[in-house]
């Protein structure tokens, strides 16, 4: 009997040593999903905040250069000149006021904060998931990751851009259109019942450009800033005390030389899905071969980087500045030190 009460005790002493450390075990693996959510969500909002703040900076030229894109015909004779992004903007301030050069913008903040939390966000997981170890962090796999971040940030918010993309192409007619109208109007093009699909014209070139684009912009910057972490450069482009925080100019030039980086690798395929956004508000919905024809037939191979240099110009900013606000926000959310 003292032999069988012995083991029993021994028995019970185990048992309950096991559902202690069963429950320890549960407990941390709690404890490390919950912490995976906030990093997620804290992520999510940084990208998001940095988004909105760049594409604020950039908002006016980035009509002037729609309006340019989609030759538009109001504009068609300062698309050419020298000079043609200052008398655009003079334009349209004194014709309809400095609030017109932000026309479309609250409809590009509602879609820049999700497509800019989920970019940013969908990054860091990839990498995570993907380069785990020093032998598969390689620029081919960093470009992957920001070429897919790319793409589901944009097929969850494209129809927001498309919206966005009609509001800024609207100058004279239509003066009182809103967000909602816009979004009715384009839903129910095709006649009938109206249908989902209208809301993601020209998603085919827009997935073709976000793929370099937003894969050339993320390489670009971590080379960049890979780059300026280096002890060659160091001593000028990181914070006194720290061995990896970058100073805000030398951040800011990262972002810029990956906007512009990007932007020349993806401009010819933005005008093309510019075009395909708006061909219905000209009479003309045309696929993506005939609307490459119609631009070279129009002004030859240089149709296809009419604005480029407003690009730069906006692309080099709004690119900084987006990296910049994401790292300081990362920063004040306690996500790095």
């Known amino acids: 009997m003292g032999d069988t009460g012995a083991a029993s005790l021994l028995v019970n002493d185990a048992s309950n040593e096991m559902k202690h450390s069963h429950g320890e075990n549960h407990g941390l693996e709690s404890s490390k999903c919950q912490r995976t959510r906030n990093f997620d969500w804290r992520n999510g909002v940084a990208g998001g905040v940095a988004g909105c703040a760049a594409k604020t900076i950039v908002a006016p030229m980035e009509r002037i250069k729609i309006l340019f894109q989609t030759a538009n015909p109001h504009f068609l004779r300062y698309s050419t000149r020298w000079n043609g992004l200052i008398e655009a903007v003079s334009h349209i301030r004194t014709s309809h006021g400095i609030s017109a050069l932000f026309k479309g913008h609250a409809a590009s903040l509602i879609r820049v904060f999700p497509y ?183 002004r030859g191979v240089r149709g296809f980087y009419v604005g480029l240099t407003i690009g730069y110009v906006k692309m080099a900013p709004m690119v900084a500045t987006s990296f910049y606000v994401y790292d300081r926000m990362q920063r004040w959310l306690g996500i790095v030190e």
């Open 116 to 298: 800019a939390g989920i970019n940013f966000l969908a990054y860091e997981q990839l990498q995570r998931a993907i380069i785990g170890s020093p032998q598969t962090d390689t620029p081919f796999h960093r470009f992957f990751c920001g070429s897919m971040a790319g793409a589901i940030a944009t097929i969850f918010t494209y129809p927001l851009e498309l919206i966005r993309i009609r509001l800024a192409f609207e100058t004279e007619q239509n003066a009182n259109s809103s967000w909602f109208r816009t979004c009715r109007k384009i839903y129910f093009e095709s006649g009938g019942k109206g249908s989902l699909v209208n809301l993601y014209q020209g998603i085919g070139p827009t997935m073709l450009g976000i793929l370099p684009y937003a894969g050339t912009s993320f390489v670009t910057h971590d080379l960049m800033r890979d780059r300026l972490r280096s002890p060659f450069f160091a001593p000028y482009t990181l914070e006194k005390g720290s061995s990896t925080r970058l100073t805000a100019a030398a951040q800011l030039c990262c972002g810029a030389i990956a906007g512009i980086v990007a932007q020349t690798v993806a401009y010819p395929i933005d005008i093309l899905r510019r075009r395909m956004q708006v061909g219905s508000v000209v009479g003309s919905r045309l696929g993506l071969l005939e609307t490459a024809q119609r631009v070279i037939l129009e």
